[in-house]
């Protein structure tokens, strides 16, 4: 199947947050089709290294009743909101960077997806 590289901010939506000292994503397809996408490509292992040097660890956990993915990262926040001197010590802009993350999807998507930056 032919694909194409997207960034995830033209297929979904994303949330952040902090739980002390991990950082909570939610990652939720802008429409069902695209779910399938998401759970293939963007895995626990991919949202690792693109967040390589800034997290310990992450888990990821399916929601597919919301087509949505939640990750955690944890050791992202320095030791917490009270505690870290981090400029973004409640982790709102992972949802941010995390959208940036480029994934392969199928080309006929891709067209149904691809917004034009001019």
């Known amino acids: ?34 779910y399938s996408v998401l ?5 626990a292992r991919r949202v690792a290294k693109h967040f390589k040097g800034m997290v310990s660890d992450v888990e990821r ?3 597919p009743n919301l087509n949505a993915l939640n990750f ?3 050791g992202a ?14 982790g709102k802009v992972f949802s ?5 993350m480029e994934i392969d999807v199928p080309r006929k998507l891709a ?4 917004v034009k930056d001019d």
């Open 1 to 34: 199947m032919a694909t194409t590289r997207m960034q995830l901010r033209y297929l979904a939506h994303a949330r952040s947050g902090d739980k002390g000292d991990t950082a909570n994503v939610g990652l939720i397809a802008l429409a069902p089709a695209l």
């Open 111 to 114: 067209k149904e997806w691809r």
């Open 72 to 74: 955690l990262l944890h």
């Open 77 to 90: 926040l320095d030791g917490g909101g009270t505690m870290s001197l981090k400029t973004d010590a409640q």
């Open 61 to 63: 956990f399916e929601l």
């Open 96 to 100: 941010t960077a995390l959208l940036r």
């Open 39 to 43: 759970v293939d490509q963007v895995t």
